[in-house]
């Protein structure tokens, strides 16, 4: 079936330092992959998204690449801000109505 | 960007009363709307999904008679906890599709039953 797994956090990074976040799935054919956001108490943010191999999804600084050969979406970025800490959450979609996320790594930068 | 809301955001009731959670698009038509439950500090497990005007496919071992769905508009899908007992306390997440395009999601609901 089809799955995604990401680093266990929580990862706690000092201001302007790299940030990478794994993220690999499990998929038959061609999914779509994302990376929402979620900041405490709220709901989810779509961060970035790629829908087919070689894609690159940007956003605010953040960047990943579809990997079709290593079923990876690596989320990272160059430099991270304490506005960035929150939980993210790598998912795909193979179907359009089967959507299935990771468990999520939450971020902590300090300043 | 597509914008979707929950109403209420917050909400806490007393054990065996029913609650209803809505979920609006707000600028677009949504095909499909979905409901999502998460618990703390967890990733988000599908209850049920729903199309406008049909009946909503739930998820193993989610009771369609606890969980009540109506997908009444393009625009609007509530859920109603029927019954609810403090295990079904959460967070209660919808989000919405346009067409084949990307699940957009509301700012989350968080149900107390005491």
């Known amino acids: 079936g089809n799955s995604v797994t990401q680093m266990e956090g929580p990862v706690t990074l000092s201001e302007e330092a790299f940030l990478t976040i794994n993220c690999t799935y499990t998929?038959?054919?061609?999914?779509?992959l994302f990376w929402y956001v979620q900041y405490p108490g709220e709901g989810l943010q779509l961060l970035l998204k790629?829908?087919?191999?070689?894609d690159k999804g940007s956003n605010k600084g953040f960047e990943a690449t579809y990997r079709k050969e290593t079923t990876s979406f690596h989320l990272e970025k160059g430099s991270v801000q304490v506005s960035d800490s929150a939980v993210y959450f790598c998912?795909?979609?193979?179907?359009?109505?089967?959507?299935?996320f990771g468990a999520g790594t939450r971020l902590t930068v300090k300043p | 960007g597509a914008v979707v809301s929950q109403h209420p955001s917050r909400v806490i009731c007393k054990s065996g009363t029913s609650v209803k959670i809505e979920c609006r698009s707000l600028?677009?038509?949504?095909?499909?709307m979905f409901w999502y439950r998460q618990f703390p500090k967890q990733s988000l497990m599908l209850m049920a999904t729903?199309?406008?005007?049909?009946?909503?496919?739930?998820e193993q071992g989610v009771e369609k008679d606890k969980f009540l769905i109506n997908h009444a508009s393009l625009t609007l899908s509530t859920l109603t906890v029927t019954s609810a007992h403090p295990e079904d306390s959460s967070f209660y997440i919808c989000?919405?599709?346009?067409?084949?395009?990307?699940?957009?999601f509301g700012p989350g609901t968080r149900l107390l039953v005491l």
């Open positions: 600028d677009f038509q949504a095909t499909t």
């Open positions: 989000s919405a599709m346009r067409l084949q395009e990307t699940q957009y």
């Open positions: 998912a795909l979609n193979n179907n359009n109505n089967d959507m299935r």
């Open positions: 790629a829908t087919k191999a070689d």
């Open positions: 729903s199309n406008e005007g049909s009946k909503a496919t739930y």
């Open positions: 998929a038959t054919g061609y999914p779509s």
